[in-house]
């Protein structure tokens, strides 16, 4: 599969060009003139002993050429450079562009240089409030909600180049998304790897304070003691736990930190939707096997809950979920909705049928959209064994209720007989 790489981008490329040390001391906007510079890193590529066709001068210019080299690009692969929204940082980004057409004999439009605006480090304010949260709208906007994208590309997010303070955002989307995240220690020989692992944490907690993030996204600062006012069934031993989602401002007033902002940017709720077998099989299921798929189903129109339960299984290219029961539903996501391709109530029975069914298989089938049950609410932190005992009974008592309208049923039909004999 074709690879779409989003790569942070920085200056290391100018670290030995004394007007790099000049723009450091006295920063520049990204529009303003840094010809300069860019003579300086042009003059140092002529030289011969820059040689890009040899492997250890490509690894040797730039951190972001380092770590592209060691992940291995193909002629049909593209590449994202995320550029800091500095003079200096414009200038880098276009001449490593150039040195990855150059090198890889690639096209200039498969190289797309994207300027993340507020970006920069020197001004901590405008770093927090546009730049991290600029930097998380692009990779899901542009990238990771872009059905078109997902659908063509193996997407790697490389957290090499430019402010390290991206990596955290980088690391966790990647978890989140079950992309790979790479990474090159400066000097190291080797690209490390950060597999699409299994990323949970308490949905519960976060469902709490979700009101008084969105609040505090709403109005940039407030004092503390407004925000935590604002989280659901807040008392005042839980102030530290939720005082992580925020970062202090000014003058005792406290903003939404980054992260609280990339969770709240991926946690936005369009409808579910399921194709008329899986609506078949639900209404065939019985039991807890149906209260489990139903369960899952509801819950998978939260983009955390969906994300952070995704099977690791890659035999397809459809998103496989799970919990801890046996049951699996898989699906793909479609203009920010997820869409339900099939639903299992055995373990055995996904892996024989996924083997050999892609999302292309899908794109004209017609969906339903799906309306949860009321009686299907759990809560996370419910052990497994009273988890089981209450779906038990709640599977017990659909039973009941089915075999009480069978019953009203035949009891006013024999009524019926009754009044005709009469």
């Not at 407004?226 to 659901?232: A, G, I, R, Y």
Request: proline fraction near 4%; hydrophobic fraction near 40%; glycine fraction near 4%.
């Amino acid at each position: 599969m074709n690879k779409l790489i989003l790569c942070t981008t920085g200056t290391s490329i100018a670290n030995a060009c004394s007007s790099q040390r000049d723009l450091l001391r006295q920063p520049k906007a990204w529009d303003d003139d840094a010809e300069p510079l860019r003579r300086e890193i042009t003059e140092f590529l002529r030289r011969p002993e820059n040689d890009l066709r040899q492997q250890s001068v490509r690894r040797a210019i730039c951190a972001e050429m380092n770590s592209l080299d060691r992940i291995g690009i193909e002629r049909t692969d593209r590449i994202a450079l995320l550029s800091s929204d500095t003079a200096q940082g414009r200038v880098c980004a276009d001449i490593i562009k150039n040195v990855i057409v150059n090198a890889y004999s690639l096209s200039g439009s498969q190289v797309q240089i994207r300027r993340v605006e507020g970006l920069q480090v020197h001004d901590a304010d405008k770093l927090r409030k546009d730049g991290f949260r600029n930097l998380i709208k692009i990779l899901l906007d542009e990238y990771l909600h872009n059905d078109e994208i997902q659908h063509a590309y193996d997407i790697i997010l490389n957290a090499t180049g430019g402010y390290k303070g991206t990596i955290p955002f980088l690391v966790i989307l990647g978890m989140l998304y079950g992309k790979r995240t790479v990474y090159t220690f400066e000097f190291a020989n080797e690209l490390i790897t950060l597999p699409p692992l299994p990323f949970s944490f308490d949905l519960g907690l976060y469902n709490r304070v979700k009101p008084a993030l969105n609040f505090l996204d709403h109005e940039i600062a407030v004092p503390e003691q407004t925000f935590l006012s604002k989280v659901l069934g807040y008392v005042p031993a839980e102030r530290d736990l939720f005082m992580t989602f925020t970062e202090p401002f000014d003058k005792g007033r406290v903003t939404i930190s980054p992260l609280a902002s990339c969770l709240l940017r991926i946690d936005r709720r369009k409808p579910l939707f399921v194709t008329e077998r899986v609506m078949d099989l639900l209404r065939a299921s019985k039991g807890t096997h149906k209260i489990h798929l139903e369960r899952m189903l509801s819950k998978s129109i939260d983009p955390l809950w969906r994300n952070s339960h995704l099977d690791t299984w890659n035999v397809t290219d459809l998103l496989v979920i799970k919990e801890k029961n046996g049951e699996r539903i898989a699906g793909y996501n479609k203009g920010g909705s997820f869409h339900v391709t099939h639903a299992f109530e055995e373990h055995e029975d996904y892996e024989r049928i996924l083997g050999d069914c892609w999302k292309k298989d899908f794109l004209d089938v017609k969906f339903l959209p799906w309306q949860p049950p009321v009686d299907v609410s759990a809560d996370e932190k419910n052990s497994d064994v009273l988890a089981e005992e209450r779906d038990k009974l709640l599977a017990e008592n659909r039973e009941l209720k089915m075999k009480s309208a069978r019953l009203h049923d035949e009891l006013i039909e024999l009524q019926l007989k009754e009044e005709e004999h009469r």
